[in-house]
């Protein structure tokens, strides 16, 4: 792995693709995450490039007249990264290189890109390393032409760039070594999370930049790093918390994301073993969002792919300080009144506030209902530690609020 210094941000270009299964309001949404990723990842966008396709190019992706459209701009602007929202294939992503001239990047290299600038510790790194091998390795044929280049910036943040690097046999043997490193290190965090005794585990999981760490950091007192980017976390840290005096573990997890590539979920499984292993589910929601319920789908889908989608779950709508309803003309009888338009009111009588005992909403910066939150979850953590032993029934009353304070200790 390298290490990573600050850099200027770079021009960039996005391209995404209208189908039917990403219509136009999709693709707009796709590429405001897509814009947001660029930022992290240290580009900025100077143009966004649309196209609607029945079927993908098998040699480029988007068809001859748009490819040539881009490659002007791309020329006259001296844009220096293009990416596409899609997965591109290596034989697509060879192609339209030799066509642009410049660094090219799909939504899979990009993410994986700003996991290793984020990556922190040795564990971090070398799940991030070991994405980045298996996503690098059919890509080798591609990559022999350029790599005299030696260049820094968005996408070049991988695990090397000279020739005997990219040796089909040696990335074969380096991942077969970090396998055998991370299956080392999964040992010894198995045996952490044996060692941490019989209390309730919770997780805090949700969207990437939801407000996780924000609200750990409230909760349990800690410095958990957060930051209004994408993925500012990616180790996953465990706090012990306290209320009334029934003590539970509180976990803070890497964020989900849209077209999570398949690479960092196989890597980060061990990181997910939190989640596995959890008695309880915080999902923290983005409400502020305007396409939240999406966003609630996606982890849906990620926790249905790791077996977790039937645990124990509470609902935590986060920012209701940054929520504002779209207005709507009471007098406009053209425009239909849709979800966009509910107060936080309405919200809360709708499916979501069913999950679990009821949903909650919250502002963690701000600090807004946390007293409700705190309530809930120690509802929720002391029936499983009751079911789990029901002799220390008389150790805690079944509310807090039986309890003239609280503590909570890291």
């Given amino acids: 792995m390298l290490d990573f210094k600050e850099i200027a941000y770079e021009n960039a270009v996005l391209i995404g693709v209208i189908t039917r299964e990403q219509p ?9 995450e897509l814009e947001f ?42 844009v220096s990264t293009v990416i596409f929202d899609d997965e591109l294939s290596p034989a697509q992503q060879n192609n339209v290189e030799k066509i642009f001239k410049c660094k090219i990047l799909d939504r899979t290299g990009l993410i994986l890109d700003i996991f290793a600038q984020r990556a922190q510790t040795s564990y971090a790194r070398t799940q991030v390393e070991l994405a980045q091998y298996e996503y690098l390795l059919p890509r080798l044929t591609g990559l022999w032409t350029h790599l005299e280049r030696q260049r820094g910036g968005i996408g070049m943040r991988g695990p090397g760039e000279t020739e ?3 040796d089909r046999r040696i990335v074969r043997d380096r991942i077969a ?10 040992r010894q965090m198995e045996t952490q999370r044996s060692n941490r005794g019989a209390l309730v585990r919770v997780a805090l999981v949700g969207y990437t930049n939801v407000g996780k760490s924000t609200l750990m950091n409230v909760i349990a007192k800690s410095e958990v790093f957060a930051e209004n980017k994408l993925f500012a976390t990616l180790d996953t840290t465990v706090r012990k918390v306290v209320l009334g005096n029934l003590p539970f573990l509180l976990s803070d997890t890497v964020g989900f ?55 124990p779950t509470i609902m935590v709508f986060n920012k209701i300080d940054q929520y504002s309803a779209e ?33 909650l909403f919250i502002s963690a910066i701000n600090k807004e209902n946390l007293e409700d939150f ?27 609020d039986e309890y003239s304070t609280f503590e909570e200790y890291p």
Wanted: net charge negative; charged share 35%; aromatic share 8%.
């Fill in 164 to 166: 005997i690097e990219t």
């Fill in 374 to 400: 705190k309530k809930q979850v120690y509802k929720q953590v002391r029936d499983i530690h009751v079911t789990r032993f029901p002799y220390n029934n008389f150790l805690y009353p079944e509310k807090l």
């Fill in 37 to 78: 990723l660029t930022f992290t990842a240290g580009g900025q966008v100077i143009k966004r490039f649309v196209q609607k396709i029945n079927l993908p190019n098998p040699k480029t992706l988007i068809g001859t007249g748009k490819i040539e459209e881009i490659r002007s701009f791309v020329e006259e602007n001296e």
């Fill in 327 to 359: 207005p709507i003309d009471e007098d406009d009888l053209v425009t239909e009144r849709t979800s966009i338009h509910y107060s936080l009111e309405e919200w809360r009588k709708t499916w979501y506030n069913k999950i679990g005992e009821k949903a």
């Fill in 177 to 186: 070594l970090l396998k055998k490193k991370l299956e080392k290190i999964d």
């Fill in 24 to 32: 136009l309001e999709k693709i707009e949404e796709y590429l405001d």
């Fill in 257 to 311: 994301i849209r077209k999570l590539p398949t690479q960092l979920v196989e890597s980060f499984k061990s990181t997910l073993d939190e989640v596995r292993e959890a008695d309880l589910l915080l999902h923290v929601v983005d409400i502020s969002h305007p396409n939240f319920t999406e966003h609630i789908e996606s982890v849906n889908q990620i926790l249905g792919e790791i077996e977790c989608q039937d645990k």
